[in-house]
């Protein structure tokens, strides 16, 4: 009987394609929360830190997805995920991506924060996460609504 | 056309294989991911960006412009490949099959308009229509794509200069009509998003 020959044909899957987007969008999110200050944004406070950490994860990423093992000479050269697949992940992953940034910098502020209160309460929207947490922001909103 | 067409692809084409950084470049422009994943980076730090709230909600106001026009574009490339299909280049000129493996794979997706040009200026032409800066900025993406999938023979110019031309044209009727029109909704939106603290 005469060996079958199987061919397999490596593809872009979707799970490597979220991994990337939700590496790459976090550190996107990073790097512009240094830029404009949103400091209840970032995981680590000091830019000279924020900044060379959101660079490592957005080049990380793309290394990761694009060079290592000659991806781009083998699998980006082949067919890969449609173009409609590639919106609605790039969707979920820029989502979950802003979900953890959001619950890891609020879990820092919380932690930051023991015991101390803010005393500007008047910005409004993003602005308000140059002086406090997501959560405390959110908290806030809230908050002053019920009053 | 067709004879402009194929002089300009041939042109092109006989750049490929002479310079193996310059092949290398147009692999990382043409592949389905680099380009249109930075974009769609691009687009999420604009929503972010902006010092002050007005100048913030003129960022998001231009995210969501370049969204609906790419929406809007794809849905018109849809349309335009039932009308209207002619086969890539790689297919039309046998001696370009080996370009097209250099560079990229062998798409099966019509050829005109190219949808590529279509999704890069789309959200180019989206982003200039609210705000001029960010829309140039973002030109230098969109233009380097379709210009590596020329390079690749796997679309026409003139496939190009289509699906540029119908994704500018498409985000002068999203900013002129659609957004006026979805203007409660979008408004909405963004003030719910500053509720959240995300806006």
């Known amino acids: 009987m005469a060996a079958t020959e199987v061919v397999t044909r490596e593809i872009v899957t979707r799970a490597e394609y979220l991994i990337f987007i939700f590496t790459a969008s976090v550190g996107v999110l990073q790097l512009v929360a240094a830029r404009t200050q949103l400091k209840g944004l970032l995981f680590f406070k000091k830019p000279v830190l924020a900044y060379p950490f959101s660079l490592l994860l957005i080049i990380g990423s793309f290394w990761w997805f694009f060079v290592r093992d000659d991806r781009i000479d083998t699998v980006m050269r082949q067919p890969g995920l449609e173009g409609s697949g590639q919106f609605y992940n790039f969707c979920m992953g820029a989502f979950a991506a802003l979900l953890f940034t959001l619950a890891v910098s609020s879990l820092i502020g919380l932690l930051r924060r023991r015991g101390q209160r803010n005393e500007n309460e008047n910005s409004e929207g993003l602005d308000t996460l140059r002086q406090m947490s997501y959560y405390e922001a959110v908290k806030r909103n809230f908050r002053s609504k019920e009053d | ?199």
Request: charged share 15%.
């Open chain 2, 1 to 199: 056309m067709t004879g402009i067409d194929e002089r300009i692809i041939l042109w092109i084409n006989d750049l490929v294989g002479k310079s193996a950084a310059l092949d290398r470049i147009m692999i990382w422009l043409a592949s389905d991911y680099f380009i249109p994943v930075t974009i769609s980076l691009i687009l999420l730090a604009i929503w972010f960006l902006g010092q002050g709230t007005a100048e913030r909600e003129n960022y998001q106001r231009a995210v969501i412009c370049a969204f609906i026009t790419i929406g809007f574009t794809s849905g018109f490339i849809l349309a335009a490949n039932h009308i209207y299909s002619h086969p890539h280049p790689f297919e039309a000129l046998p001696e370009l099959k080996a370009t097209i493996a250099q560079i990229f794979y062998e798409i099966h997706d019509p050829a005109f308009p190219s949808n590529t040009a279509a999704v890069t200026f789309g959200a180019a032409a989206g982003l200039w229509q609210k705000n001029r800066k960010l829309g140039y900025l973002m030109l230098i993406p969109a233009v380097l794509m379709p210009l590596s999938k020329i390079y690749a023979a796997v679309y026409w110019p003139s496939d190009i200069v289509a699906g540029a031309v119908l994704a500018i044209l498409t985000s002068f009727l999203i900013s002129w009509v659609v957004m006026p029109l979805a203007e409660p909704m979008i408004g909405g939106l963004i003030k719910v998003m500053r509720k959240l603290c995300l806006a």
